[in-house]
């Protein structure tokens, strides 16, 4: 059974960071390209990033372009998304996703940030 | 503003069928495939529709999916109360290189 498990959300100052990790299990991580989507409170599913199978290839939405970075860790089975200087229109549930042909989606973790 | 558009809400009445629209464009919907969600409040998507018209295992088939040029829509039929969720289309965009999202639609089952 695939297994997507987000962890790293909290609350945090503005300018602040957050490292967000994606533990992954039932199926070949290092197969698939991944991805992360935000969802901010009481609005619509927003992409974030995507990473490709070997981490050499990597982008962003231009709303985090430049403060957020995607990695992953293959022997690890697990997926990174470095937050840095963090503004409040971050604030969202952050899910990871396993990428197409038929994706699959964490619960999420939620980012707030605020003073 | 989302890159595919939908309609906001959407309503049926018990039993009847009713779609929802999702239009894009030649980079992302006219290129690739579609995937459909469904979202209940404070719950994560769970994918409902992949490949334009898959269903993917345990996914009922009152629910169907398809494509055509640049557009897409998801049909569901024989609704009841328990389809009342929000629904997001998907697709791969070949300018972003990553997912763009509908806005999303309320279903409103009355």
């Given at each position: 059974e695939v297994?997507?498990?987000?962890?790293?959300?909290?609350?945090?100052?503005?300018?602040?960071?957050?490292?967000?990790?994606?533990?992954?299990?039932?199926?070949t991580f290092s197969s698939y390209w991944m991805h992360w989507v935000r969802q901010a409170p009481g609005k619509g599913l927003v992409w974030v990033s995507r990473i490709n199978t070997d981490g050499d290839s990597t982008k962003y939405a231009d709303s985090?372009?430049?403060?957020?970075?995607?990695?992953?860790?293959n022997a690890k089975n697990t997926l990174y998304l470095q937050m840095n200087s963090l503004i409040a229109e971050d604030t969202a549930v952050y899910y990871c996703a396993k990428g197409d042909p038929q994706p699959y989606w964490g619960q999420g973790t939620l980012v707030t940030v605020s003073s | 503003q989302s890159v595919l558009t939908q309609p906001p809400s959407a309503s049926g009445t018990p039993g009847q069928r009713v779609?929802?629209?999702?239009?894009?464009?030649s980079s992302n919907i006219g290129s690739d495939t579609v995937n459909w969600y469904q979202q209940f409040p404070g719950t994560a998507?769970?994918?409902?529709?992949?490949?334009?018209?898959?269903r993917p295992s345990g996914v009922p088939d009152?629910?169907?999916g398809s494509k055509s040029g640049t557009s897409a829509s998801l049909a569901i039929s024989g609704l009841h109360s328990g389809d009342e969720a929000?629904?997001?289309c998907a697709a791969w965009d070949d300018i972003l290189?990553?997912?763009v999202f509908?806005?999303?639609?309320?279903?409103?089952v009355l």
């Open positions: 297994q997507l498990v987000e962890s790293g959300g909290g609350l945090v100052q503005p300018g602040g960071s957050l490292r967000l990790s994606c533990a992954a299990s039932g199926f985090v372009k430049g403060r957020f970075t995607i990695s992953r860790d | 779609t929802i629209s999702c239009s894009g464009s998507p769970k994918l409902l529709i992949y490949r334009n018209d898959q009152r629910f169907s929000d629904y997001y290189s990553g997912w509908g806005g999303g639609t309320k279903l409103t």
